[in-house]
């Protein structure tokens, strides 16, 4: 039997695989092998052995170069084509900013409500406030003499560029000088008259009588008889005093039946009518 070596068929030369894959084709790859060995031709009718098969070099580089290449083009159509399941559409992020809107309010079970009307209208005016002690000027008037007892004026000027109310009694005391102590006892409130509120204009007066009793009439024993020479005078309602020069005797004793100063509600004016 004849031996045909690397050859399938006797006489015809076995295709060998160049590359893996295969990606010379075949018939093509016949051409470049009859023409690498021209000069080995086998006559018809006789046994030729291939011992080598010489591939140019440019073939082997092209066909490693193609293989890349094909296998790009592969995943390209694979990345491009259907496949079983739709892409994932990308997620797209918004911002919206919500303004709350504000619940009506109305009776309980209504779907709306109105708002609660306020009344309309301009304040009516402001009364005026108390006078201060800063806004007043004190003096003392003419006194008038009647059974055992001196009355005088005491009269407050609003001195300020604004109206200012006096209501009530003063607070009246002797003491011994400008912030010094009492003497004896402060002056009892007279509540025979009435209390009235009086407003004063920039300018205006009002007058708190003010009662001195004559102290030679209490026995001297309960009396402690003495000369004082200032009053200490406090506005209706107010805190800050002022100071009269006045001389007058007075008892110096704390006895309850011993009351030397009397003082009536202030009135309007500068003095009783």
């Known amino acids: 039997m004849p031996t045909c070596g690397n050859y ?24 470049r092998l009859r023409g690498a060995a021209d000069n080995e031709r086998p006559d018809p009718g006789k046994e030729v052995t291939v011992t080598s098969l010489r591939v140019p070099r440019h073939l082997i580089t092209s066909a490693v170069l193609a293989g890349p290449v094909l296998a790009g083009t592969v995943l390209l159509a694979t990345a491009c084509g259907p496949s079983g399941s739709p892409a994932a559409a990308p997620t797209v992020t ?3 900013t919500v303004t709350p809107t ?14 609660t009307p306020t009344k309309s209208g301009s304040p009516g005016p402001s009364r005026p406030g108390a006078c201060p ?15 055992g007892s001196i009355y005088y004026p005491l009269v407050f000027t609003n001195t300020s560029g604004e109206p200012c109310t006096l209501f009530g009694y003063p607070g009246v005391s002797f003491v011994t000088g400008i912030g010094g ?13 009435p209390r009235q509120r009086v407003t004063l ?12 009793v004559q102290a030679l009439n209490f026995p001297p ?28 005797k007075t008892c110096a004793a704390k006895g309850k039946d011993v009351r030397v100063l009397n003082v009536a509600p202030v009135r309007p004016g500068a003095v009783d009518s």
Request: net charge positive; proline share 10%.
């Open 8 to 31: 399938g068929k006797c006489g015809e030369p076995r295709l060998l695989p160049v590359l893996a894959g295969g990606i010379l084709q075949p018939a093509r790859l016949r051409r």
């Open 94 to 96: 918004k911002t919206v």
């Open 102 to 115: 504000p619940t009506p309010t109305g009776p309980a079970g209504s779907g709306t409500g109105s708002p």
């Open 133 to 147: 002690t800063s806004a007043l000027h004190l003096s003392i008037g003419t006194g008038n003499g009647a059974a």
């Open 181 to 193: 102590s009492r003497i004896g006892h402060a002056a009892t409130r007279n509540s025979d008259a």
């Open 201 to 212: 204009a920039p300018g205006g007066v009002a007058h708190a009588t003010l009662q001195v």
């Open 221 to 248: 024993a309960r009396c402690h008889l003495t000369t004082a020479h200032w009053l200490k005078v406090y506005p209706p309602n107010q805190t800050k005093p002022v100071y009269l020069n006045f001389t007058a």
